[in-house]
């Protein structure tokens, strides 16, 4: 049984940086896709950051691009989110997600991923205060 499971979130001023961290258990069979997405209050889930199977190559949102650093280490099943410059707009719970095995890259997975596809963890809270 494949379980995801987030830590890291918090509450921080503008400005500031947090690191997500996403600790997944039991085995996935094959190449997949893993990724933060988030969900604000009153706004649909959307993807924030996706990687691919290596780790070596990602997908990010515009609004994220250039502050945020997805990265994943399958040695120690973890998947981790630094966020730097962190904006008021990024308040959000915060989901990891595995699963797909294609478009990790391009924001196709990003898109298309939803609870019911894949595994996904409970979130983490990030709130942002200006």
């Known amino acids: 049984q494949v379980q995801l499971v987030e830590s890291g979130g918090g509450s921080v001023q503008a400005g500031g940086s947090l690191r997500l961290s996403c600790a997944k258990s039991g085995i996935i069979a094959g190449y997949y896709c893993m990724g933060w997405f988030r969900q604000a209050p009153g706004k649909e889930r959307e993807g924030v950051a996706t990687i691919n199977n290596l780790g070596d190559e990602a997908y990010y949102a515009d609004s994220v691009k250039g502050r945020f650093t997805i990265s994943r280490d399958n040695a120690e099943n973890m998947l981790y989110l630094e966020m730097k410059t962190l904006k008021p707009e990024d308040t959000a719970i915060y989901y990891c997600?595995?699963?797909?095995?294609?478009?990790?890259?391009?924001?196709?997975?990003?898109?298309?991923?939803?609870?019911?596809?894949?595994?996904w963890g409970q979130g983490t809270q990030v709130t942002v205060s200006s």
């Open positions: 997600a595995a699963g797909g095995a294609s478009g990790c890259i391009s924001g196709s997975w990003a898109g298309r991923a939803r609870p019911g596809s894949g595994y």
